[in-house]
Structures are given as structure tokens and as C-alpha cells.
């Protein structure tokens, strides 16, 4: 697994590094089949007076790709809470292919 982590408008610091590396795990954990992970936390400026903070994923696997992104006013809330959506479509896809699979096993005739 290759994991990409950028930032727009926002200096990746080791600790901030590390808090993403540590959060991926869970979602690693529950789905070990994934290709790559590319991470994009930003700052954007809708207006002067407020700022959110952004974080972006997109999550390749064997044949198709997952992207969550998820708004917030700290950048490590915004994290934790990207993770969660991610976690959820990750367990969400795997149901998906677990269930095609075992599927095929039930119209397999018994008759010899």
C-alpha cells in the first residue's frame, strides 16, 4: 500500500503525519486489499472571516475507487471525521464483494 499525503495552503508537519498514518491503520485493518491512499489536507477561505480545513482521500482498490471528503475548523477533526466516513464505505464495499462471492457458491448445483 502507497500512501500520498499533501497539502494545499497547509505545511504537513511530522506529528500531522503520523496522526494520519495512525488513523489509516483502522481502515487498513478492517480492508487489507487496497492498492494506494492519496491524502489532501487544505485550508480554504470561503470568505476572510472563516476558515475551514479540509481533508480529502481517494482510495484506490482492485477495481474501483473510494473518495471522501469531509469539512471542519481543525484539521485533526477533520481527519477524524474523514475517517469515519471512510470506514463506513470501506466496510460497506467489502459487504458488497463478500457477498457477490458467496453468492456464487449457492447456484453451483449439487446434482452429479
Do not use: C
Amino acid at each position: 500500500m502507497n500512501l500520498l499525503l499533501t497539502g494545499h495552503h497547509l505545511d504537513i508537519s511530522p506529528a500531522l503525519r503520523e496522526y494520519v498514518e495512525s488513523k489509516l491503520d483502522r481502515v487498513v485493518r478492517h480492508f487489507d486489499q487496497i492498492i494506494d491512499i492519496a491524502v489532501i489536507l487544505g485550508v480554504e477561505k470561503p470568505s476572510e472571516k472563516d476558515k475551514r480545513q479540509r481533508a480529502e482521500v481517494n482510495l484506490r482498490l482492485k477495481g474501483t475507487v473510494l473518495h471522501v471528503e469531509h469539512f471542519a475548523e481543525d484539521v485533526y477533526t477533520a481527519v477524524d471525521g474523514l475517517i469515519d466516513k471512510l470506514d463506513r464505505q470501506v466496510l460497506k464495499y467489502k459487504g458488497k464483494v463478500q457477498s457477490h462471492q458467496n453468492e456464487a457458491l449457492k447456484h453451483v448445483s449439487t446434482d452429479l
